[in-house]
Structure formats: C-alpha cells, structure tokens
C-alpha cells in the first residue's frame, strides 16, 4: 500500500483514501508517505505538498505513476522526499524560487 | 486519470493517438528538409492541476537522432507561422530524470502550454519512417 496519510488539525487521521487532497490541505498538522509499510513523516505543523509524477505516452488514455512524494514549503524552499514507483529509491530534492534543484539518494531496499 | 493529446488541425483542436513521421501528421519529409509543423497540447481534465509539465522524445521513428533533427517549441497561442528553433538534444528513454526532457510551462491549471513539434531529416541520412512517439511527464496531486 502506497499512500500519503494525514492527521488533521481537528485529529482526525485522513488518508488519500478517503479524500481528495486540495479538501484537506490547508487543514494538516503532521504528514507521512506510507510507502508498504515504511513510514515518511514529515515535521508536524509545516506547510505542506503532495503529489505524483506520471508518464502518459502521446495518444494513450492511462497514465503510469512513476514516483510519488511528500514536502514542505519552508520559505521560498520546497523540500521533497520523493518514492520511485517501481525501484523504491528514495531523493531528497530541494527546489528554490529560481527552480534551481538540488537533490541526493540512498538506495531504499524494498520489502 | 485519462490524459488527453490535442493536437491542432484546421484551426480546431483535436485529440489525437500518435504522431507518424511519414504519412499523417509530419507528412512526407525528404533529407535536408523540414516537415510541416505540429501544433499540440496535453490536457488532463480529471486532476484538480498539473504541475512540473515535461515532454520527452522516446522514440525517433526510424529516425537517425541528430542535435537538430527534432524540433520543439513553445507559446500560450497557437500561431501557424511559428518554426521551432529548439531541438531536443537526446532520446529519454522514458527516465523521468532524464536530462533530455523538455520542461513545459502550464497554460492553466489542467493544461499545458502549447507545443510546437517538427522534423528535420538531415541531408544524407535514410528516412525510414515510423512512429515518433514522445511523452508527457507531469505531477498531480
């Protein structure tokens, strides 16, 4: 099971199972990606993102979700940790306000 | 999630399957000369937005893959006089890192820019002609 799971300002634990993100967004005190188990908490409180990156070839009606990630927004930084789909690599990106990336991975044995 | 291509022809806007070097869409291309230009866009209407738009090469056709063979560029218009002047320096080999991938700016929130795409066969290379095929990269929510 792969998803991203929440606990909300009012304590209730939300998951991207049962809602869609842009309704609970801007209400979330702490955030995690449950990748099979292995948990990615994020800092309680913070501003955060979601997401996944998908590959659609031209004229295909489906989509493949190639990495999935959790963030926070801390100032004009965005700080990523981001899942490949397939291999269960772990990289940490940060982007700036120029979109400048930087980024380092370790190897995520996968279970 | 369902992705929609569009690609421009008549001045309407209409979902398409693929693209083919040699008889549809790029229409016949000798060496040395370049295609007609295409004129496409994604749009994914069941995602709330679409951010971080890339669009990679991954497929040449049959044709030999040059520094200025395939053509790409991009406006928030759609003008039939434009020609792109950038090119794709490499085949992505669907990597999503992939260094070759062409970041594409959104036009709202569910659409991208659109794409300006053509064909350049340089001079004594054999075209054979197939099915280019490129793809989109995007992040959702």
Known sequence: MKRWEATAENGDFVTEDDLNWELVKNKV???????????????D??????????????????????????????????????????????????????????SSRRKENSN | ???????????KKIQINYLDAKSSTFGMVAPFESSQTNIIQLYVPDAAAI?????????????????????????????????????????????????????????NRSSSRYVYLNVNIPIGQE??????RYQWLFDYA
């Open chain 2, 1 to 11: 999630m369902k992705p929609i291509t569009y690609i421009v022809q008549d001045g």
């Open chain 2, 127 to 132: 075209f054979i002609g197939g099915t280019i």
């Open chain 1, 45 to 102: 409180n913070c501003e955060y993102i979601q997401g996944k990156t998908a590959s659609a070839t031209i004229g295909s009606n489906k989509i493949d979700v190639e990495s999935r990630f959790v963030g926070i927004i801390l100032g004009n930084k965005t700080i990523k940790i981001r899942v490949d789909e397939k291999t269960n690599d772990i990289q940490i990106e940060i982007e700036d306000e120029t979109n400048h990336l930087h």
């Open chain 2, 51 to 107: 951010t971080n738009i890339r669009l990679a090469l991954i497929n040449t056709g049959g044709i030999v893959f040059g520094n200025s063979t395939f053509g790409i560029d991009t406006r928030s218009f759609i003008d039939l006089n434009v020609v792109p002047e950038s090119f794709f320096q490499g085949v992505s080999n669907k990597s999503v890192n992939s260094p070759y991938n062409i970041k594409i700016s959104n036009l």
């Open chain 1, 29 to 43: 005190k702490s955030l995690a990606l449950n990748n099979n188990g292995q948990m990615i908490k994020l800092p």
